[in-house]
């Protein structure tokens, strides 16, 4: 390979070196804890009063010279020897001038100071040094020690503070790594009692059937344990629930402790990560260590994208907090014995970017996925909301669920309240239609999410872009089943008609690919089909992005192309192609890759062409109930006389 030559040569950063590991590796970590500090910080503490001390006295050395009497001091009083002398109790000090040298620029001042005990036989006044005319400074002090004290006081006073701010400091990060008294902060979880605090059953949670169904078996494990250990069952450990917000993820979660009857301790992954270096895992560590001790318990750990991101191959970088707090919920969890009663639930809307350690088997291998509710929910929801609220008799909740498509749970539950505030602004006895109506523009307005607001128009090109998608997959032989059609916008990435792989499969065909391209291509095709070349939307983007990706991958990486044979051109996944390869190999990489792309392009047209039909009646009805899941699909199926590909070649 050819060595890079850059650009711009001041852009470049020295790469991290990489370090991979084995997936299974036991990774020691090395936990920072408060005594990780203790020596550093006791050291630098010292030092510093220390260095007080010192510089109370300036940079001035003073000798003493015991060996003198009091006549003597008299006498060098009397020749003037002395620029000071002091008297404090019995002791008398004459102070000699100092003398000063400059020493790589700083003032180097010796003193030497002359020093005796008055004998006890005699007094101050009988010394002699009371000469009026003698211009050297005689100074009585009182107590030398109690001045001296006074003197040190504010260095002492300042080192102390310091000293009592670095136990503070320890005492806040220190959790179970200290092992000591110290141990007083507590995990800041919030606990919900079921005896205490209001209980949230299934009951509250409207609509969402499906998710309910699965997190049945949770509770049940929970009420009876001892079932399912009787037979060896193995326990739940992890459940991710994964939806945009306000689709009543922290609701279920509540729910199941409710249904259940057990403690409910939740934290925000987000709070994890304003913490001290250190304070995050011992934060986990006295979660744990408390659900444990309330177990049978649940653990709720909310947005925890915040820190289980996928996290950074090289060592070091900016994220060691997150880090550490991440891996000790893996130890914590991976700790866990089948006697351990705890689950532990957690929340995201962002399962992509989760780091795959936290979805291996034994840690969050069970995934509840919540979706934005489909029209019938809505209304369900929308009836609990309601209650307690006075409507009119005009209000027609079968359009309100209508025209709130994209709306979720938390924001159904707040258009009715912004509506009843409405009521009460205009002093009105009931909330009427039209209040709901403007409440809506509310709510979408203040949430600046324009898909939330849907036009027919929009809805009906969702529709037929995303039946595009599934009836082309369903054509072709080696693509994977619909899984579902869904009209309802979707947090995040990623296209909202889902193929479920039938079996796991370790490697990829070519004309697994070849089909999937097609597939991606249903939707851009339809749009183009229904509404005309010049009416195709950006909805089909991110299809294009992957089918490119996958295309450029067949010819450069996986050998699938004839010409340009199974050779790699793409050897760093950082760099999508090879430096060192001739123009004409571009080239020919470029059409190679454009080929395949226009070929699935026309495949996808044929298709949906001639099963145009077809197409706008699964369309029609996927207006209407805006998800479907593969068994409702697979009925327009049944018995029609549909076209399969290999004849609409
Ligand atoms: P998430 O955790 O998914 O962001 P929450 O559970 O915090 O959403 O939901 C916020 C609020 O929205 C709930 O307290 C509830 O009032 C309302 N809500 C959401 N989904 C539902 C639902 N299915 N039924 C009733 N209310 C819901
Ligand atoms: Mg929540
Ligand atoms: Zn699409």
């Not at 003597?72 to 020897?81: A, D, H, L, P």
């Not at 030497?112 to 002090?141: F, M, Q």
């Not at 991958?553 to 060192?580: I, S």
């Amino acid at each position: 390979m050819a060595p890079k030559i850059p650009k711009n040569p001041k852009k470049i950063t020295p790469k991290k070196p990489i370090i991979r590991l084995p997936k299974d590796a036991q990774v020691k970590i090395i936990e920072i804890t408060p005594r990780t500090f203790l020596y550093p910080i006791l050291s630098v503490a010292l030092i510093w009063a220390l260095y007080t001390l010192y510089s109370q006295s300036g940079s001035e050395t003073i000798t003493y010279n015991d060996n003198i009497g009091v006549n003597e001091i008299r006498s060098n009083y009397q020749s003037g020897f002395y620029e000071e002398v002091i008297i404090s109790g019995n002791q008398i000090q004459g102070r000699k001038q100092s003398i000063s040298n400059i020493v790589w620029g700083k003032a180097l001042t010796k003193r030497s100071i002359d020093r005796t005990t008055l004998p006890a036989n005699v007094s101050i006044t009988d010394i002699g040094l009371s000469n009026p005319a003698n211009p050297t400074k005689v100074t009585i002090e009182n107590n030398n020690l109690a001045n001296a004290f006074w003197e040190f006081l504010p260095s002492l006073g300042l080192t102390l503070i310091t000293i009592m701010g670095i136990i503070f400091l320890m005492s806040r990060m220190g959790g179970g790594g200290m092992g000591n008294p110290m141990q007083f902060i507590k995990s800041r979880a919030k606990m919900y009692d079921p005896e205490l605090d209001e209980v949230v059953t299934f009951a509250d949670v409207a609509g969402s059937d499906e998710e309910k169904a699965d997190l049945e078996e949770v509770v049940d494990f929970l009420k009876n344990p001892a079932k399912y250990k009787d037979l060896g069952a193995k326990i739940p450990r992890g459940i991710l629930m994964v939806g945009p917000p306000g689709t009543g993820k922290t609701l279920l979660a509540r729910a199941v402790a409710g249904e259940s009857g057990v403690p409910f301790f939740s934290i925000s992954g987000s709070e994890f990560v304003e913490m001290f270096v250190g304070v995050g895992a011992a934060r986990v560590r006295d979660l744990f260590r408390e659900a444990r001790e309330h177990a049978p318990s649940i653990i709720f750990i909310d947005e925890i994208d915040a820190i289980g991101k996928k996290r950074s191959p090289g060592i070091g970088g900016g994220h060691d907090e997150r880090e550490q707090t991440l891996n000790q919920i893996l130890t914590e969890m991976d700790g866990f014995d089948n006697e351990t009663n705890v689950i532990i639930m957690a929340a995201t809307n962002r399962a992509d970017v989760l780091d795959s350690a936290l979805l291996r088997p034994g840690r969050f291998d069970r995934k509840v996925t919540i979706n934005l509710p489909t029209l019938e929910d809505r209304k369900k929801i929308l009836e609990v909301h309601a209650k307690g609220k006075p409507f009119a008799d005009d209000v027609r909740w079968d359009r309100i669920a209508a025209i709130t498509i994209g709306f979720s749970g938390a924001e159904l539950g707040n258009l009715l309240n912004e509506s009843a505030i409405l009521a009460g602004k205009k002093s009105a006895k009931s909330i009427t239609q039209e209040m709901i109506q403007k409440s809506i523009e509310k709510v979408v307005m203040g949430n600046e999410k324009k898909s939330l607001r849907m036009t027919d128009h929009e809805k009906r090109l969702t529709a037929l872009h995303e039946v595009g998608h599934a009836i082309v997959g369903k054509m072709l032989p080696h693509t994977d089943a619909v899984h579902k059609i869904s009209i309802l916008p979707r947090g995040g990435a990623g296209w909202v008609t889902w193929f479920l792989p039938e079996k796991d499969r370790t490697y990829t065909s070519k004309a697994k690919y070849l089909d999937e391209l097609a597939t991606l291509y249903g939707g851009r095709v339809a749009e183009e089909i229904f509404f005309g070349s010049e009416y195709i939307t950006t909805g089909a983007s991110s299809d294009i992005e992957r089918a490119t990706e996958i295309a450029r991958a067949m010819v450069m990486r996986y050998g699938f192309d004839a010409e340009l044979w199974a050779e790699n051109y793409a050897p760093d996944y950082t760099e999508w192609q090879r430096k060192d390869m001739s123009n004409d190999t571009r080239k020919l990489i470029d059409e190679k890759v454009r080929g395949l792309l226009q070929d699935a392009y026309t495949l996808a047209t044929r298709i949906i062409t001639v099963n145009r039909v077809l197409h706008e009646q699964i369309a029609d009805a996927l207006l209407i109930v805006e998800e479907m899941t593969q068994e409702e699909f697979d009925v327009f199926f049944d018995g029609v006389a549909w076209v399969p590909a290999k004849i609409a070649m």
